[in-house]
């Protein structure tokens, strides 16, 4: 072979090894009959806040359990017992999350996405060994057949307020974030993409325009959250409009009530800012259609002031764009009652719904309010080391609302307070105690004879009757035995690393005050976060 016929071929073959190795990443991990999903789990969905509203299929298996989600804040099939299209779906996506996984030739990040030169990516396969963090904005710059994938070690946690958006036609569609172990999208996230964590996933309230999927934990949605798998079908959708909450359910005719729509606009999951949305109502409230401009986000706000809508008709609300060519989903509001109810009328509940141990650790709230909520704050002070997200609602809302409280500095205790009003002007200070109790690395306590008194490792005044729910979160290494005294009585409990365990000490509790004193026993350096407060 001539020597110019040699290097020819051997250009080629270059070539062509060039090609297959860019390969490697362009082409995305097949989801098959996961990708119907917008949210797909292993051990089961809990979503604390009523307006959350998913496009999509939503399900879990081998745990089915679905708590806190309705058939109607569903546009797809909600999935509540076992079946075997979720057993398919969770193998399908072991497939994928392992193809994404096995990708070689990643390029390695250090630092955060969306700062510096990572705030602007194009296509490819990028990498952490270990922890990554999304802070800010993340652009991902290229076509609308450029694929991202992101392996991640461990976790992935975006900051408040961070952003996933795109350019020269990039689609979430084609965005993959292979999570080693948990996924927590921050509040006020607009983020994007293909979620697949091996263990759990938690939404904290925002806009997740791709899907949310884990293999083998939870998918916990803390506060409003309105999640748009708009890729299912393979090809773009352009646009999609959705209105969320899908229903509301007000105190009408009380001053102070009013009725808040959002509405989000999506071209195959991108948003669409600076577009007109026309809100029509159908009801007693029809003279107040009107419109909005969507944001950066591609939110439109609409706001309905001291709404008409009585017991026995309600409105329904369609959200369109472009003078009606593209329609979204229907939601409708209706009354819950009236202010004339005021005096039988309870007062405002909050329950601890959730505790993970993160990072970062975060305690998840479920507020309600049978006579419609009017205002929720949290009091600073005394509320310390922790940010607390509270999403928007309607004034006087009987909806259960989702809170979550994110601590600030993960090794020291936290302190959240809540003060809750209702449009009958009942409050509620909801003030349970957070705690983190941590065994001294120079100290051991494991004994041949547990001795409560030496063991003892710090106790808690003013505990009310009501605050008769002990939540424990046990951290990797976590302490062994957890030993409570109050009024004569002892509550035990074993604990493995990383467990969650709720323990009932209502029994021991009297009217006023009470002292809880806690003994913990194990390794040096293990601890445990601990949460008293009011509900089962």
């Known amino acids: 072979m001539l020597l110019e016929e040699k290097m020819r071929f051997r250009g080629i ?90 990708r070689p030739s990643c390029t ?96 904290d309230g925002g806009n997740l325009a ?54 989000v606009v999506l071209s195959n999951g991108v948003p669409v800012a600076g577009t007109v949305v026309t809100f029509t109502i159908t009801g007693p409230d029809a003279s107040k259609s009107g419109t909005a401009i969507t944001d950066a986000s591609g939110t439109a706000t609409f706001t309905i002031n001291s709404p008409s809508v009585t017991s026995s008709a309600g409105d329904s609300i369609v959200a369109a764009v472009d003078g009606g060519t593209v329609v979204s989903n229907t939601t409708f509001a209706t009354c819950s009652g009236s202010t004339g109810s005021c005096s039988t009328t309870a007062s405002p509940t909050v329950t601890v719904t959730t505790q993970t141990a993160g990072p970062p650790k975060q305690v998840v709230f479920s507020v309600q309010a049978s006579g419609g909520l009017f205002s929720l704050v949290a009091n600073t002070p005394p509320t310390t080391n922790a940010t607390v997200a509270i999403p928007t609602f309607d004034s006087g809302t009987t909806m259960a609302l989702g809170v979550t409280a994110t601590k600030i500095n993960q090794s020291q205790s936290s302190v959240v307070e809540l003060t809750v009003v209702d449009l009958c002007g009942h409050t509620t200070v909801f003030d349970p105690v957070f705690a983190t109790i941590a065994i001294p690395a120079s100290t051991s306590q494991h004994a041949a004879e547990f001795n409560f008194n030496h063991r003892e490792v710090t106790h808690f005044n003013g505990i009310s009757r009501a605050e008769g729910m002990v939540l ?27 467990q969650t365990k709720k323990l009932d000490i209502s029994s021991a509790l009297v009217h006023g005050s009470n002292t809880v004193r806690v003994a913990v026993t194990g390794n040096p350096g293990s601890s445990v976060d601990l949460t008293i407060a009011d509900g089962k």
């Not at 296509?123 to 652009?139: E, H, I, Q």
């Not at 084609?174 to 996230?189: D, Y």
């Not at 890729?231 to 359910?249: A, L, Q, R």
Request: aromatic share 6%.
């Open 108 to 203: 390695a990040l250090t630092g955060a996405l969306g700062t510096g030169t990572n705030a602007n990516l194009g296509p490819g396969l990028y990498c952490y060994s270990a922890a990554a963090l999304l802070n800010g904005t993340l652009t991902l710059t290229g076509s609308s057949t450029d694929v991202w994938i992101f392996q991640i070690g461990s976790t992935l946690t975006t900051a408040t307020g961070a952003s996933v958006v795109f350019a020269g036609g990039a689609s979430p569609c084609n965005v993959f974030w292979q999570v080693g172990s948990s996924a927590t999208i921050q509040t006020g996230n607009n983020f994007a993409g293909n979620i697949m964590a091996l263990a759990s996933i938690t939404l």
């Open 472 to 498: 424990l979160q046990n951290d990797t290494p976590g302490v062994s035995l957890l030993i409570i005294r109050v009024n004569g009585s002892e509550f035990r409990t074993r604990l493995s690393n990383g």
């Open 13 to 102: 073959f270059l070539l062509l090894f060039l090609a297959l190795a860019s390969n490697v990443h362009a082409q995305a991990p097949n989801l098959q009959t996961a990708g119907k999903f917008a949210v797909l789990a292993g051990g089961g969905i809990v979503s604390a806040d009523a307006g959350t509203t998913i496009v999509g299929n939503v399900g879990s298996s081998p745990t089915p359990t679905v708590t806190g989600l309705l058939a109607s804040q569903v546009t797809g099939t909600l999935y509540t017992a076992a079946n075997a299209v979720l057993t398919t779906a969770q193998t399908d996506l072991t497939a994928a999350y392992v193809d994404a996984a096995g």
């Open 210 to 263: 791709g899907r949310a999927l884990a293999r083998n934990g939870t998918v916990t949605i803390s506060s409003k959250e309105t999640i748009i798998s708009g890729c299912s079908s393979g090809t773009p959708v352009v646009p999609t409009v959705v209105v969320s909450p899908v229903n509301s359910s007000i105190i009408c005719g009380a001053a102070g009530s009013s009725i808040t729509k959002t509405a």
